[in-house]
C-alpha cells in the first residue's frame, strides 16, 4: 500500500519497505547500547555540580580513583581565608539549610575546614548574630543544629560551655524560637557551621 496515495502497489521492492535512518533516542528508562547517544546530564548528588563526560580514552588514562577521591575532596575544602558566610570574632559562620542528622551535619561542618564543626554559642551577641543569620537565610526561624552535646555539657569544637539559654521546660514550643533545646541527633535539621579564620 502506498502511504502517500492509500492505493495498493501492486510489487513492494526491499528498497521500499525499509523507512529509512531514523534516530529515536532511548528515554531514560530503556535499556541504551554502548554506541547511541546519551542525551542524559550527569550532575554530582552531593555537590549538585554538572559533571564533565569522560571519554573511554580519558578515562583510561587516569591514574587510580582513590587518586579522583583525593582531588575532589580537596576541591570541597575551603581555605580558612575565605569565608562565604559571615566572619564574626575571627570564626566564619555558615548556615547549611540542608536537612542533615547531628553527626552528618559535623560530619559537613569538617569538609568546609580541617578545623570544622558545628557552631558553638559562648555569649548572647553571638547567639544574636546567628539568630539574624539563620532567619535572614530562610524568612523564618528555623531548627538548626549547633554543636553543643548535652550529656557531656561541651561543644564539639572543645570551646567552654559558659553560656546557655536554654527554653524553659524544653518541651514548650510556643516560646521564643531562638531558644535553645534538647534534641533526638538522628532528627533531620539544617545546621550552623563554624571554623577559626587564618591571621
Known amino acids: 500500500m502506498n ?25 531514560v528508562d530503556e535499556f541504551r547500547q ?27 588514562m587516569k591514574l ?9 575532596a580537596k576541591a570541597e575544602t575551603h ?13 566564619c559562620y555558615q548556615f547549611n539549610p540542608t536537612l542533615m542528622t547531628f553527626s552528618e551535619a559535623e560530619s559537613s561542618c569538617s569538609i568546609l575546614s580541617p578545623h570544622g564543626h558545628l557552631a558553638s554559642v559562648t555569649n548572647g551577641d ?21 554543636g553543643g552535646v548535652v550529656k557531656q555539657s561541651e561543644w ?17 514550643r510556643q516560646a521564643d524560637e531562638s531558644w535553645w533545646t534538647a534534641a533526638d541527633c538522628e532528627l533531620k535539621r539544617a545546621s550552623i557551621c563554624s571554623f577559626p579564620m587564618a591571621a
Open 64 to 72: 587510580t580513583p582513590q587518586d579522583d577521591r583525593l582531588v575532589s
Open 34 to 60: 554502548g554506541t547511541e547517544n546519551s542525551q542524559k546530564t550527569l550532575v554530582d548528588i552531593r555537590s549538585g555540580w554538572i559533571i564533565r563526560p569522560v571519554g573511554e580514552m580519558e578515562r583510561s
Open 3 to 27: 502511504l502517500n496515495t492509500g492505493l495498493v502497489k501492486e510489487h513492494v521492492s526491499e528498497m521500499d519497505r525499509r523507512v529509512g535512518p531514523v534516530y529515536t533516542p532511548s528515554s
Open 79 to 91: 581555605s580558612e581565608t575565605e569565608c562565604v558566610g559571615e566572619v564574626i570574632d575571627g570564626h
Open 156 to 172: 564539639t569544637d572543645g570551646s567552654a560551655w559558659g553560656y546557655s539559654d536554654w527554653m524553659p521546660g524544653h518541651t514548650d
Open 126 to 146: 553571638l547567639h544574636s548574630c546567628l539568630v539574624s543569620m539563620v532567619t535572614r537565610a530562610t524568612k523564618s526561624p528555623v531548627l538548626t543544629w549547633l
